[in-house]
């Protein structure tokens, strides 16, 4: 009867052992999936302006990029810097205000672009021009 019970734990064990490893496995794909990262940094309190840049981007990348979104190829998270629960982030990329960032991640390298100043010169203004130019920055990391 015990070389039962400790045949069924070492069974048991095994299948526990077995299906946890393969989800630590599944987890890391997914992530490694992930090609570019665009991070829009914001306070609580935005201006118009600041709402153009968020807005234009999510409009962007779900028309043209949506294949992308769906198998994580780019991801697009919008963060206050506000916000606590943030503050690892933040802090990571030295962010003080509004910032709109793109980053290339190839393996554990990360090669980060600032897109602030043209999102922010172009997203409420002439929005056709920031969504061209956000566009072929995208296309030139997805390279």
């Known amino acids: 009867m015990t070389k039962l019970v400790n045949l069924l734990f070492v069974v048991l064990f095994s299948t526990l052992l077995f299906n946890c490893s393969k989800a630590q496995n599944n987890n890391n794909s997914s992530n490694s999936k992930t090609k570019l990262e665009v991070y829009y940094f914001h306070a ?3 201006c118009p302006t600041c709402n153009a840049v968020e807005n234009n981007a999510k409009k962007l990348l779900e028309e043209k990029y949506k294949e992308q979104l769906e198998n994580k190829t780019i991801k697009f998270t919008s963060i206050n ?3 606590d629960v ?3 982030l933040v802090e ?4 003080s ?3 709109l960032l ?3 991640k190839s393996g554990t390298k990360e090669i980060v672009k600032d897109f602030t100043d043209i999102a922010f010169q ?3 203004t ?3 021009k920031y969504a061209n130019l956000l566009a072929e920055e995208l296309n030139n990391n997805l390279k």
């Open 92 to 95: 990571k990329y030295e962010i």
């Open 102 to 104: 793109i980053i290339n």
């Open 81 to 83: 810097i506000d916000d």
């Open 97 to 99: 205000f509004s910032t």
């Open 122 to 124: 172009y997203a409420r």
């Open 44 to 46: 609580t309190n935005r």
């Open 126 to 128: 002439n929005p056709e």
């Open 86 to 88: 943030n503050k690892a």
